[in-house]
């Protein structure tokens, strides 16, 4: 299919995303991109609407502690008052981890209840090994007392932040094609089969053949055989390490382990099709807080577009974050529904019984994992690139192991086209290395920030 990871899903005439894709982006070009290729009509204004949801109580996100203490009650609101006090008094001693420095700002008790459980269902790592500065990206560095302050200061600094000035996160509105993000990718591949050009779908990449210090062909699996492709230049979105073990000749042992050491985070959703007046929240997504519960986000398809649901029905997609290969990836589709019935029904959502059809999508690697070692892996396939096979180009998030948003892997394949056509010289390894995307403008441990990354974890085998 075309789209990757923004691909829209069909399935009896219900469209549903693979995670949600806000259109909005600071880079100028690839939103010039996206309304050459849908005309105005084709696009919809949504609101930005997402909340956490916890002991069956809606909070805003991102988390505004007022708002946070008055729904957690009183009695609790005042333990977590008390909790911020003592990390005054008491700072955690490590606050390099995700756990150390949203409790040295925040309390532990706001900690546990909104931090803690989430983090750990998306990385699968207790949140006492993911590295501080993801912390500091996802909620702006803030204090307690910051953030409290910063909606008082806003309301009497009274004019609206422009586009350049607004953190990605914190948008209140953004565009969305009207039968979702898989509108755009389809539209494009219809132009380009009119400009000439063929798009050949369900077709593997068995091998890049390469001689001389460059690729001269690909080489395809179609139809139980293999066609071979020349090729002047190849531009890559497969996974990076995928990408490597193709070449042939092999690339040297060496290279073939750092490719192997790369590792992903796999995805599934499964959608289910409600009546729509079971769902009386508006939100594009809640994200769920509860432990007891694996899914992490409930996408709410209806709220997106309307064109994306039919016949008064939406569609609710429960979000999981798994590892190929494990019981949730491996389970029937008939299990992965009624587990995400059951589970919409145990926070309080939905009954079960209201639930009519489900579909489940899996998506592999949708998530490239930053380990310890992945950024000098990464770094080894790049020098090996260069120096045997420099017309090869990877390009996107898994094509460059790199957390983009969807933005920034479009203007990475942008500045390739023009680095082959025009000699640019663009390096779009330095796409999204861009400070003022950060929610905190610097980072404390002084790795290089993108606007979007992933937090850093501990080697596992």
Same mark, same amino acid.
């Given at each position: 299919?075309?789209?990757?990871?923004?691909?829209?899903?069909?399935?009896?005439?219900?469209?549903?995303?693979?995670?949600?894709?806000?259109?909005?982006?600071?880079?100028?070009?690839?939103?010039?991109?996206?309304?050459?290729?849908?005309?105005?009509?084709?696009?919809?204004?949504?609101?930005?609407?997402?909340?956490?949801?916890?002991?069956?109580?809606?909070?805003?996100?991102?988390?505004?502690?007022?708002?946070?203490?008055?729904?957690?009650?009183?009695?609790?609101?005042?333990?977590?008052?008390?909790?911020?006090?003592?990390?005054?008094?008491?700072?955690?001693?490590?606050?390099?981890?995700?756990?150390?420095?949203?409790?040295?700002?925040?309390?532990?008790?706001?900690?546990?209840?909104?931090?803690?459980?989430?983090?750990?269902?998306?990385?699968?790592?207790?949140?006492?090994?993911?590295?501080?500065?993801?912390?500091?990206?996802?909620?702006?560095?803030?204090?307690?007392?910051?953030?409290?302050?910063?909606?008082?200061?806003?309301?009497?600094?009274?004019?609206?932040?422009?586009?350049?000035?607004?953190?990605?996160?914190?948008?209140?509105?953004?565009?969305?094609?009207?039968?979702?993000?898989?509108?755009?990718?389809?539209?494009?591949?219809?132009?380009?089969?009119?400009?000439?050009?063929?798009?050949?779908?369900?077709?593997?990449?068995?091998?890049?053949?390469?001689?001389?210090?460059?690729?001269?062909?690909?080489?395809?699996?179609?139809?139980?055989?293999?066609?071979?492709?020349?090729?002047?230049?190849?531009?890559?979105?497969?996974?990076?390490?995928?990408?490597?073990?193709?070449?042939?000749?092999?690339?040297?042992?060496?290279?073939?382990?750092?490719?192997?050491?790369?590792?992903?985070?796999?995805?599934?959703?499964?959608?289910?099709?409600?009546? /729509?007046?079971? #769902?009386?929240?508006?939100?594009? $997504?809640?994200?769920?807080? =509860? !432990?007891? +519960?694996?899914?992490?986000?409930?996408?709410?398809?209806?709220?997106?577009?309307?064109?994306?649901?039919?016949?008064?029905?939406?569609?609710?997609?429960?979000?999981?974050?798994?590892?190929?290969?494990?019981?949730?990836?491996?389970?029937?589709?008939?299990?992965?529904?009624?587990?995400?019935?059951?589970?919409?029904?145990?926070?309080?959502?939905?009954?079960?019984?209201?639930?009519?059809?489900?579909?489940?999508?899996?998506?592999?690697?949708?998530?490239?994992?930053?380990?310890?070692?992945? /950024?000098?892996? #990464?770094?080894?396939?790049?020098? $090996?690139?260069?120096?045997? =096979? !420099?017309? +090869?180009?990877?390009?996107?998030?898994?094509?460059?192991?790199?957390?983009?948003?969807?933005?920034?892997?479009?203007?990475?394949?942008?500045?390739?086209?023009?680095?082959?056509?025009?000699?640019?010289?663009?390096?779009?390894?330095?796409?999204?290395?861009?400070?003022?995307?950060?929610?905190?403008?610097?980072?404390?441990?002084?790795?290089?920030?993108?606007?979007?990354?992933?937090?850093?974890?501990?080697?596992?085998?």
């Amino acid at each position: 299919m075309v789209g990757g990871i923004s691909r829209t899903v069909q399935r009896d005439g219900y469209r549903f995303d693979i995670g949600g894709h806000r259109f909005f982006s600071k880079v100028e070009r690839v939103d010039h991109f996206w309304h050459e290729i849908l005309t105005p009509d084709e696009f919809l204004t949504r609101p930005r609407s997402s909340r956490i949801y916890y002991r069956g109580k809606f909070f805003d996100y991102p988390l505004k502690p007022v708002n946070a203490l008055r729904s957690l009650g009183f009695i609790e609101a005042v333990r977590c008052a008390l909790s911020f006090v003592w990390v005054r008094v008491r700072p955690p001693k490590d606050q390099t981890t995700l756990e150390g420095y949203i409790a040295a700002n925040y309390g532990w008790r706001l900690y546990e209840h909104f931090f803690k459980t989430y983090n750990e269902k998306v990385w699968a790592v207790s949140a006492s090994e993911i590295s501080a500065d993801w912390g500091a990206q996802r909620i702006k560095g803030m204090s307690l007392w910051s953030a409290l302050w910063e909606p008082l200061r806003a309301r009497f600094a009274g004019a609206r932040k422009n586009k350049a000035e607004q953190v990605t996160s914190l948008i209140e509105e953004f565009q969305y094609p009207k039968y979702g993000p898989g509108m755009m990718w389809e539209r494009c591949r219809d132009l380009v089969e009119a400009a000439g050009s063929k798009v050949i779908m369900e077709t593997p990449v068995i091998a890049i053949r390469h001689d001389g210090g460059r690729a001269v062909s690909v080489i395809a699996q179609t139809d139980g055989g293999a066609t071979e492709y020349a090729a002047d230049h190849v531009i890559s979105s497969m996974p990076f390490s995928t990408l490597l073990r193709s070449m042939d000749p092999p690339v040297p042992h060496a290279v073939q382990q750092a490719a192997d050491d790369l590792g992903f985070r796999d995805f599934l959703s499964v959608a289910l099709v409600v009546p /729509a007046d079971k #769902v009386p929240w508006t939100d594009n $997504w809640i994200y769920i807080h =509860a !432990p007891e +519960v694996k899914t992490m986000r409930v996408q709410n398809f209806g709220s997106w577009s309307p064109f994306m649901v039919r016949d008064g029905r939406n569609v609710l997609g429960l979000e999981y974050t798994v590892s190929e290969g494990d019981e949730w990836w491996t389970a029937s589709d008939e299990e992965l529904i009624e587990r995400g019935k059951a589970e919409l029904e145990s926070l309080g959502l939905m009954n079960a019984r209201d639930v009519e059809a489900g579909y489940v999508v899996r998506m592999p690697k949708a998530y490239p994992l930053y380990d310890q070692t992945y /950024a000098a892996n #990464v770094e080894v396939l790049r020098k $090996w690139l260069v120096e045997n =096979a !420099p017309n +090869v180009h990877p390009v996107g998030r898994n094509g460059m192991h790199k957390y983009n948003n969807q933005d920034h892997s479009m203007y990475t394949a942008m500045l390739t086209v023009e680095n082959i056509v025009e000699d640019a010289g663009h390096d779009i390894w330095s796409v999204n290395v861009e400070e003022e995307y950060h929610e905190e403008k610097a980072s404390s441990s002084g790795r290089s920030g993108t606007g979007r990354d992933a937090p850093v974890l501990p080697k596992r085998q």
